[in-house]
């Protein structure tokens, strides 16, 4: 390439989180980074956008990097659209999210606001990765990530141009030296089968905390659990098409006069 | 039916937008009719749960019809959450959310608070239907989708017993008598063209906006844009696997080592 690439990096745990940090050191060494990322914590917002509310945004110093860095009152979706309309001066080619503490795996991609700023990008033409570890952590171990996150950023920059590339990608927990490898994968079906704690406030008002448990139905090889479960690093290619096609022609049988 | 089947509706506009309250009203023909729907409007709010905060949940006596209600301090995926786990004594045989205030064809669909109480339901099991007029106007005239909701929330009920059917339908803005009719379709390739209206605050603080322009980049005839801008109701089947299936092969061959 001759010209250094334009990096927009985000994600949902905040501007500090150690996944966010670990992604700026790596992504310094492939291409211009510009972050432009929430100031606190914005876990669990899917594809929120703030259309009620106003937007701050502020330039940040925190640590000495080559990176020019922002923080927005937004959510990740918000952070892309900022980014991209109002503060870089041109389209970035690449913008990474992540690396998110905690999986991204099947169900969770919807859930998910790593996620939704990788698709926010990727409905803007912008091909993008989300990065996450399956670690909850907050000092997980994201050296192992690195060399991954290199090779794949690069790929993609390399293969993705003009495409509206997404990639959904979570790193197992491992113990040992190294990952298995890498698969490609499709997102396994799976639901969280929710508890609500109830308790009673100071007043003796009731509230809940939303808990739940993961539950993978799917026993596919070729899923993204089933990857993460034996070792590997699972990449699931994203769209935002939620059409589900298979059932347009049942549909159009029903009697709806 | 032997038994009057259970209806759990929410939106995310609120409970007492009159989008829901519309859609209370000919439920209740339906079946035996419980709301949880947020205290406040979450527009925008994707499919954003409460992860890091508390939810309130409050009985409500709104009208005097035979419904129950109770309002929560959560999004519309939370509301369905909470019916389905705390609240409902069974799990529904439908879920409906909506009517709301603006359209949630094509790209809406991502950023849409009342699409992901459907698709929530959707991932529980239950079969879901959300409902949409393209008239931002919160007075808007829900009269003429009267006919059209019963028809379509009764055939869902009897063809997608023990079936993940998650129907978006969208109601045209129109002036004359009646819709031209309803349209199975796909969802239109499309995506808001973002600009940020920068003001300073009362101390000198720069603040944003979000404002944007639709822009539909999909001539098909088999698009809910174009069911919509020809006078038909839109229904577009959906579903909550994002892979990408068409772009496995093509990464699986990327040098990823």
Redesign the interface.
């Given at each position: 390439m001759e010209k250094r690439p334009l990096i927009l990096l985000t994600n949902d745990d905040g501007i500090t989180a150690p996944g966010l940090r670990t992604l700026i050191k790596v992504m310094n060494r492939v291409g211009e980074v510009v972050v432009v990322a929430p100031d606190s914590?914005q876990?669990?917002?899917?594809?929120?956008?703030?259309?009620?509310d106003?937007?701050?945004?502020k330039k940040e110093y925190i640590d000495d990097g080559p990176q020019t860095e922002y923080s927005t009152s937004g959510t990740p979706?918000?952070c892309v659209?900022?980014a991209?309309?109002?503060i870089l001066k041109r389209k970035p080619d690449l913008c990474v999210s992540g690396i998110n503490h905690g999986s991204n795996a099947s169900?969770n991609?919807?859930?998910s606001g790593t996620m939704?700023a990788a698709?926010e990008a990727g409905?803007?033409g912008i091909p993008s990765i989300g990065f996450s570890i399956v670690d909850y952590n907050w000092n997980a171990n994201f050296e192992k990530c690195e060399k991954?996150v290199e090779?794949?950023a690069k790929?993609v920059l390399e293969?993705s141009k003009g495409k509206n590339?997404?990639?959904?990608v979570n790193f197992p927990k491992i113990d040992k030296a190294d990952y298995k490898?890498?698969k490609?994968?499709?997102?396994a079906?799976s639901?969280w089968k929710?508890?609500?704690d109830?308790r009673k406030?100071p007043n003796g008002?009731?509230?809940?905390?939303?808990t739940g448990k993961f539950i993978n139905l799917d026993k596919g090889k070729d899923t993204d659990q089933w990857a993460l479960s034996n070792g590997y690093i699972s990449?699931?290619?994203?769209?935002?098409?939620?059409?589900?096609?298979d059932?347009?022609d049942e549909?159009?049988k029903?009697?709806?006069?």
């Open positions: 914590p876990s669990g917002m899917g594809h929120a956008i703030t259309v009620n106003t937007l701050y945004c979706a918000d659209k900022l991209v309309n109002e169900i991609v919807i859930y939704s698709v409905i803007e991954y090779i794949i790929n293969k590339t997404i990639l959904n490898g890498i490609i994968c499709r997102q079906s639901y929710e508890t609500f109830k406030n008002r009731n509230y809940y905390w939303l990449i699931v290619p994203v769209k935002y098409d939620m059409t589900s096609y059932k347009i549909i159009s029903w009697n709806l006069k």
